[in-house]
């Protein structure tokens, strides 16, 4: 079973950037897609960007499209999550996520494993 840690969250002024990392342990990494996700209190986690097994593939949620950006560096068996322009409403829980396939995909069923999340706090 894949460790997946999450840094990089804390509090930011709406407008800010921050850039979230994800270690993962596997020395398979490079095999498979990675996804991030988030859940704002009293809402369902919801998808916000994935990444496929190389990085030339990314899909995006449309509340992010243009303002966040995932990477990955397989060498250094890590994801990343540019984020910028960011709102109060991006507040939440942020996930990092491991995929069972190599391709990029927005289902929460694709992904077998799961970091224990990092707080992004946006204020106005």
């Known amino acids: 079973q894949v460790q997946l840690v999450e840094s990089g969250g804390g509090l930011v002024q709406a407008g800010g950037s921050l850039r979230l990392s994800c270690a993962a342990s596997r020395r398979t990494f490079s095999s498979y897609a990675m996804g991030w996700f988030r859940q704002a209190p009293g809402k369902e986690r919801e998808f916000v960007a994935a990444i496929n097994w190389g990085g030339g593939n990314t899909d995006y949620a449309d509340f992010v499209k243009g303002r966040f950006t995932i990477s990955r560096d397989n060498a250094k068996n890590t994801v990343y999550l540019q984020m910028n322009s960011l709102k109060p409403e991006d507040t939440a829980v942020y996930y990092c996520?491991?995929?069972?396939?190599?391709?990029?995909?927005?289902?929460?069923?694709?992904?077998?494993?799961w970091g224990q999340g990092t707080q992004v706090t946006v204020s106005s």
């Open positions: 996520a491991q995929s069972t396939t190599g391709r990029a995909t927005s289902r929460q069923a694709d992904f077998g494993s």
